[in-house]
């Protein structure tokens, strides 16, 4: 998976993460900020009532001091509705590759959505050709 941050974001590690999976590639999630705890907690609420699909519980991951929770957009891909509990650091994206969530974030539904599809679903037919030119 990559990540990626706007110009203007100075909140978080990443604003959208674009997943790759065996002969796949598509957004994995984009995150979406609201305005307090309570604004992420009613929203999960929402989404858990209309047994939207879910992708994660609520927690906080070990590389921002923030809550947040995923669940599917109509589109296929997560949304991360995330709140700041208090500034990042902005020292650097470190992900701990051995704990992703201080508390929380249980995995209920797939890591890479239906968003994330092989080249031939994404691709136009030139698009494929400089794909295979760069395989080699």
């Known amino acids: 998976t990559a990540f990626y941050r706007a110009r203007l974001n100075n909140k978080t590690s990443h604003d959208i993460a674009f ?6 590639m598509g957004v994995q999630h984009m995150g979406l900020f609201v305005e307090s705890l309570r604004d992420v907690g009613e929203t999960y609420d929402i989404v858990r ?9 609520l927690g906080q991951h070990t590389q921002d001091p923030h809550v947040s929770f995923y669940h599917f957009s109509p589109g296929g891909f997560a949304i991360e509705t995330i709140t700041e509990l208090e500034p990042w650091h902005d020292d650097g994206f ?9 508390w929380g974030h249980e995995l209920v539904g797939p890591i890479l959505g239906p968003s994330v599809r092989t080249p031939e679903e994404v691709m ?3 698009g494929l ?3 295979q030119r ?3």
Not at 49 to 57: A, E, G, I, N
């Open 19 to 24: 997943g790759f999976g065996p002969g796949r």
């Open 49 to 57: 009532q209309r047994k939207l699909p879910m992708q994660m519980t």
């Open 94 to 102: 470190e992900l701990n590759p051995e704990k992703l969530s201080t």
């Open 124 to 126: 136009d037919a030139e």
């Open 129 to 131: 050709a400089i794909l």
């Open 134 to 136: 760069l395989k080699g």
